[in-house]
């Protein structure tokens, strides 16, 4: 019953669970039982955590989904060629530095590659 809260409280959260075993793992010369969960790729991209998870019982694995604390969404990166050169302000990417700079298109850097919306800032919705 245990697995199956585990995988429902996964699923709540946007998670696979590619496999949730109870196992006896060996410590420090002694061996304990403990969940080893297998989660999907998304909870890198979702999340920013391990596929693989251990915990010491149900209560702690459902807790740890409960506060996990989803990751800001990634910029939609597009060609440069789309970029609007009427002075809108954009996140940049530097194709040489390997880093975004802010600012508007001219059309004039060849290092620049890509483009997406400038983020808000703290606090700004």
């Given at each position: 019953?245990s ?52 915990f010491?019982?149900t209560?702690?694995?459902?807790q740890?989904?409960?506060d ?6 990634r910029?939609e990166?597009?060609?440069i ?6 002075g ?16 508007s298109w ?19 919705s």
């Open positions: 019953m697995k199956r809260k585990i995988i429902a409280a996964a699923k709540r959260r946007g998670l696979s669970v590619v496999n949730a075993a109870w196992e006896w793992t060996v410590g420090g010369g002694e061996r304990y039982p403990q969940w080893v969960v297998d989660f999907g790729p998304e909870i890198d991209e979702l999340y920013g955590e391990s596929e693989e998870q251990f010491e019982d209560d702690t694995a459902l740890w989904l409960e996990l604390i989803s990751l800001p969404p910029p990166w597009l060609p060629a789309e970029a609007p050169q009427d809108t302000r954009l996140m940049l990417w530097d194709s040489v530095s390997k880093r975004p700079v802010f600012g001219r059309g004039d850097n060849h290092a620049i590659t890509h483009y997406a919306a400038e983020p808000a800032g703290p606090g700004a």
